[in-house]
């Protein structure tokens, strides 16, 4: 059994934030992307983040460390985009194992060098499992509603291969993230309940979905409660939200699942909204103010950042969070 499901009922567990905003920091070119294995490769590589963990470690698990330091308790790995469907866009299908396998590796040996120096405060690896670019969902053909890009099977059939993958590197929790296509995930949840039972492992397993907009619903059109409903019948570690907004646009959708999961709930909000050329301006100070306020209303166990947010961030983040007492869990779900 994972030593979170102790640690979670002690205090608030801080995640880690973006790693696409500090890879963008170090201006990759596309050699950099290609490293010598795959200097020959066919099409252009630039911005397959994912690879990095391949051809650039060095740099993934300097990110890793970079939020380990600023108090993340779980980095998540560099996966976001770790399945057949989405790297069918670089024709890297093949990689998958390896690229899953590699960036779990990478941030397990991190969280282990810290494990070593501060053995009194474990590290967690969270395998990160994307949306992919497909929905299960919804028509991409306006003239075809009926109209599918991807199905069922085929999502559960890639989420299974990322997950073994994830797992055989070292991962240690599986965070099905940005969900905007609960079907999607439910293809997601599905895969690891197999391999669950085929390893014969209890493996703690967090859920994020995305509020993409004002109305509050998620890109398939169900609400914070709708999508809450969807996925409960699964053992969770966790629900929550995050992406598409700042941390103030998502209270609400939090104070929404709080109150009815026995679930622990997360959160890992933008740095605010993306200014007129796709930056992020919020400050560490602004973003950890405005997540003061889900700790105050005893809203949240497990808080961390997404795009824009960087280890300053999670810092600040950080240090509010020691301040407050988690909210509670019901303890039949967490071991």
Not at 2 to 16: A, C, P
Not at 308 to 331: C, D, L, N, W
Request: with cysteine; hydrophobic share 40%; proline share 5%.
């Amino acid at each position: 059994m994972s030593k979170i499901y102790q640690v979670i009922q002690q205090r608030i567990l801080v995640l880690d934030g973006a790693m696409g905003t500090m890879l963008q920091e170090y201006q990759f070119s596309e050699e950099d992307f290609r490293g010598e294995r795959f200097k020959e490769y066919p099409i252009p590589l630039k911005g397959n983040n994912d690879l990095l963990s391949i051809t650039q470690p060095e740099a993934v698990k300097e990110v890793h460390r970079k939020y380990f330091k600023a108090g993340a308790d779980i980095v998540e790995t560099n996966t976001f985009s770790g399945t057949t469907i989405a790297m069918a866009d670089y024709q890297m299908e093949d990689l998958v194992y390896e690229l899953n396998y590699q960036s779990a590796k990478i941030a397990r040996e991190v969280a282990d060098e810290f494990a070593v120096s501060e053995p009194d405060k474990p590290r967690f690896v969270a395998g990160s499992i994307g949306p992919t670019n497909r929905t299960a969902s919804m028509s991409p053909d306006v003239n075809d509603p009926g109209y599918r890009a991807v199905t069922f099977d085929e999502l559960r059939i890639a989420y299974k291969q990322q997950v073994e993958a994830l797992l055989d590197g070292g991962a240690d929790i599986l965070l099905v993230e940005t969900v905007f296509d609960t079907l999607n995930a439910k293809a997601a949840l599905f895969a690891i309940e197999e391999v669950k039972a085929e390893r014969n492992e209890q493996i703690p397993v967090m859920v994020s979905g995305t509020i993409t907009d004002a109305s509050g619903r998620t890109l398939s059109g169900q609400t914070a409660e709708a999508f809450l409903i969807s996925i409960s019948h699964i053992p969770l570690l966790s629900v929550g939200f995050n992406c598409a907004l700042g941390a103030n646009l998502l209270q609400p959708h939090l104070e929404a699942i709080a109150s009815k999961t026995q679930f622990a709930v997360s959160a890992h909000p933008n740095a605010g909204l993306p200014n007129a050329f796709g930056e992020y301006d919020e400050t560490p100070e602004e973003t950890a103010a405005q997540i003061e306020a889900y700790l105050q209303k005893n809203l949240i166990n497990i808080i961390g950042g997404c795009c824009g947010t960087t280890p300053a961030h999670i810092k600040a983040i950080a240090e509010v969070a020691e301040k407050y007492q988690p909210r509670k869990i019901i303890k039949s779900y967490v071991g």
